[in-house]
């Protein structure tokens, strides 16, 4: 897991240095990123997320292997304990004891196994509380963080935008302003061609 979150967090830094080596724009008010390179590095962030979940479900997966070979175990030593017990019955001289000693056998035998079922299914429940716990808040550390950057990006591309149409703007003025001054140029030294050159 902490394999997992080093990707995280080695990709949450490439993106900051992405962004620091972006090109200023009106004394470091707003910076230019590559798209490409931005969005290289969020696809990458988004495939990193899974693997915690998968390292979750594999502790639950566990949970049900444990409970398996508990099952195992408890199912071996009855067995194991029935063979014993029918081995003394007959060879023994003495069958009613070697019943009733069988009987406790058995009875322990049960009983040892139900408590090694129980503590196994207790540890399982416990490790799949603290994998779920742990992969959550890696999930929604990242997410928050992910819709922070694309909110970041949002605004900055707005503003961009904002500032190329307000330089469109500035150009199209200075254009008319400039073609407003050549028109009376034209029509201050031939009179008779003024009339071409009158703006619209």
């Known amino acids: 897991m902490n394999t997992q979150q080093d990707v995280i967090y080695g990709l949450m830094n490439e993106l900051e240095e992405a962004l620091d080596k972006g090109f200023p724009l009106l004394g470091y008010c707003f910076t230019v990123v590559k798209k490409d390179t931005v969005t290289n590095i969020?696809?990458?962030?988004?495939?990193?997320?899974?693997d915690e979940i998968k390292e979750a479900r594999?502790?639950?997966?566990?949970?049900?292997?444990?409970?398996?070979?508990?099952?195992?175990?408890?199912?071996?030593?009855?067995?194991?304990?029935q063979a014993e017990a029918n081995r003394l019955l007959s060879e023994s001289d003495l069958l009613r004891a070697v019943q009733r000693e069988a009987e406790k056998i058995k009875e322990q035998v049960i009983t040892d196994c139900e408590d090694i079922k129980r503590k196994a299914l207790?540890?399982?429940?416990?490790?799949?509380?603290?994998?779920?716990?742990?992969?959550?808040?890696?999930?929604?550390?990242?997410?928050?963080?992910?819709?922070?950057?694309?909110?970041?990006?949002?605004?900055n591309l707005a503003q961009l935008q904002e500032i190329v149409k307000n330089g469109q703007l500035n150009l199209e003025r200075r254009r008319a302003e400039a073609e407003g001054q050549t028109t009376?140029?034209?029509?201050?030294?031939r009179p008779e061609f003024a009339q071409d050159?009158?703006?619209?």
């Not at 969020?42 to 899974?50: H, I, Q, S, V, W």
């Not at 994998?131 to 970041?152: F, H, M, N, P």
């Not at 009376?184 to 030294?189: C, D, K, P, S, V």
């Not at 050159?197 to 619209?200: A, D, I, L, S, Y």
Request: proline share 1%; charged share 30%; aromatic share 6%.
């Open 58 to 81: 594999a502790l639950l997966r566990r949970k049900d292997e444990l409970q398996y070979e508990a099952q195992q175990r408890a199912e071996k030593i009855i067995a194991d304990a």
């Open 184 to 189: 009376g140029i034209y029509a201050n030294q």
């Open 42 to 50: 969020l696809d990458k962030l988004y495939a990193a997320l899974p």
């Open 197 to 200: 050159f009158r703006m619209n």
């Open 122 to 155: 207790d540890d399982a429940d416990s490790v799949r509380v603290q994998a779920s716990d742990e992969a959550e808040r890696i999930k929604d550390g990242a997410t928050v963080y992910a819709e922070q950057v694309l909110v970041s990006l949002e605004q």
